[in-house]
């Protein structure tokens, strides 16, 4: 008989220790903790059917995992049990990492909840066995979202409430094609050169990113949506890509939902047309596709689809369903109160028409409309994912390449330096190494999920990267930065500006020669970026500090 393997022991003890916990009482348990002993029993023995199948699927480098449907009796027995202590142990009991779920604090059980974080710390605990845990990735990423669309989104939701979610989730440059190639290098705009939307695709140095690094870390590779701007004019598709299926929208002629173009693996197809043609969910067919076709090996995939850019079309079967959705109105809606706002929002609110609020609220229902079919593809991978046992060890990503505004400060776009351009949602779902649900208040940008995809890939990651690896904080909380650097290279009316975005001053710096030339919010006193403290002399030192830190983040 082959000896064990030397992790094997300490493999066991964790499993025994996930599932029983504290152990059992050591006499008969009471009348009143019967319920409590059935659910133990229930998560002992599904713990046990699970680890005998897992087992041997790893042992023969199979990795999906188990499928769901075995922990269906813990979550009959569990669903509802309060927990309760008796003879000095809870009832039920559960180890590490999953001892929040079965808590006494934690009210009347959640069965889903229960079975759900057993599986997942049993996979880490069999994975760790047999074989290095290499999880899968899917990244959602859409486009033009801003934060407060999530909340419109109930898969979303649903969702989010199983994930580590990030309240303080920020992109560095709000405008697409930068940001896309922010997130796929690691670097703010400045260094990877891509400044504007304009031949985004065809400017990015795309010889090293996520995908190469992935790639040659035997993973396969795929893009399914949106790239950046100006795809449909590069020579080839570009290196580290195993899979192309890149959206060719509003650059492209079309409208990027029922008039649009896919470069199939560099080969230009028209669609649009059928209903069925619906761009989300043509796209997120071809994304199924690249999970079942890759599920046997680790796999990254980049879902972009082009929701809720403008246009902002809806699916045929989501038209007028948000039609009654109250208008959007926070306190700087409009704000009346503009002589320490820069020029560009001053003419904003000097130009606006009363035709204008009425196209605005509009468009926000169109997006939020929009928005409802890309929560059914979220819906659809994370379906596939659990149906196919990969949804324990895949990482799954749902973030926006930049937020929108909806009428705050006068404006309705992009490209601006306030919050509602620079906050994007972002949530991170990884059962192995955090199978249950947090949030996180540290300060990250969506160029941190370069290193940290590749850092849990066991991927390579270049040296001198602007993101930080993040991945700590899927388990805990943990320092990640005090600032970030916020930069734009100028719009049709908004003008070049840069800053400093920390935890509670925000400053900007724009390049006009008259005017405003500065700002300065407090942004945990006045979220709303409402008062200008830059013309406050009272606040100067704090101007001269954040002046230097800008300095130092831009550097030579």
């Not at 006068?410 to 990884?430: G, T």
């Amino acid at each position: 008989m082959k000896p064990a393997p030397a992790c094997a022991g300490t493999g066991i003890d964790d499993a025994i220790a996930l599932i029983a916990g504290a152990g059992a009482p050591s006499a008969r348990p009471s009348f009143a903790a019967r319920a409590q002993v059935r659910c133990q029993r229930a998560i002992l023995g599904a713990s046990v059917r699970y680890s005998r199948g897992r087992l041997l699927e790893l042992s023969r480098g199979q990795r999906q995992a188990r499928a769901a449907g075995v922990f269906a009796s813990v979550r009959r027995a569990c669903d509802g049990v309060p927990p309760i202590v008796e003879q000095g142990t809870p009832l039920p009991t559960l180890g590490p990492p999953c001892a929040a779920s079965a808590s006494p604090a934690a009210g009347a059980l959640d069965g889903t909840r229960v079975a759900r974080c057993v599986r997942a710390g049993l996979e880490r605990t069999l994975a760790a066995m047999t074989r290095p845990v290499v999880p899968n990735f899917v990244l959602v990423l859409t486009d033009d979202q801003n934060l407060a669309s999530a909340a419109s989104m109930p898969r979303l939701q649903s969702w989010q409430r199983n994930a580590v979610r990030f309240r303080n989730a920020f992109v560095s440059t709000p405008v697409c094609a930068p940001s896309r190639a922010s997130l796929l290098t690691g670097l703010y705009a400045q260094r990877h050169g891509v400044i504007s939307n304009f031949l985004a695709a065809t400017t990015f140095d795309s010889s090293s990113t996520l995908a190469t690094w992935l790639h040659d870390a035997g993973y396969a590779t795929g893009i399914v949506g949106k790239y950046m701007n100006f795809a449909q004019v590069l020579p080839s598709v570009p290196p580290g890509w195993d899979q192309w299926q890149v959206l060719i929208g509003e650059d492209g002629g079309g409208n990027g939902y029922t008039d649009y173009r896919v470069s199939e693996n560099g080969a230009l197809v028209q669609h649009g047309g059928p209903p069925h043609e619906y761009s989300t969910d043509l796209l997120v067919s071809r994304a199924e596709d690249f999970v079942l076709t890759h599920r046997q090996e680790p796999f990254f995939l980049l879902f972009a689809p082009f929701g809720p850019h403008l246009p902002a079309i809806p699916a045929p079967r989501h038209a007028g369903s948000l039609s009654d959705v109250a208008p959007w109105r926070p306190p700087n809606w409009h704000e009346s109160i503009v002589s320490a706002k820069p020029t560009w929002v001053k003419f904003m609110k000097a130009i606006w028409e009363p035709a204008g609020t009425i196209e605005g609220d509009a468009f926000r229902i169109a997006q939020l409309e929009t928005l409802l079919s890309v929560d059914d593809a979220l819906g659809r991978l994370d379906d596939l994912l659990e149906t196919t046992g990969l949804a324990d060890n895949t990482v799954v990503v749902f973030t926006s390449d930049h937020g929108y505004h909806w009428g705050e400060h006068w404006w309705d776009s992009k490209f601006s330096a306030y919050d509602e351009s620079l906050r994007v949602p972002m949530a991170i779902r990884y059962p192995v190494l955090a199978p249950e649900p947090a949030d996180r208040d540290e300060i990250v940008l969506t160029l941190d999920l370069a290193p940290t995809i590749a850092t849990l890939a066991g991927a390579s990651v270049p040296a001198g990267l602007d993101g930080r690896d993040i991945g700590h904080l899927l388990a805990r909380p943990g320092p990640t930065r005090d600032d970030i650097l916020i930069r734009n290279w100028g719009a049709i009316i908004i003008p070049s500006w840069s800053g400093v975005r920390g935890e509670r001053y925000k400053y900007v710096s724009l390049e006009v020669t008259g005017g405003v030339t500065e700002e300065l919010y407090d942004v945990q006193s006045d979220p709303f970026e409402l008062v200008n403290l830059a013309l406050l002399p009272e606040y100067g030192a704090i101007l001269d500090q954040m002046r230097l830190r800008l300095a130092e983040l831009i550097g030579p």
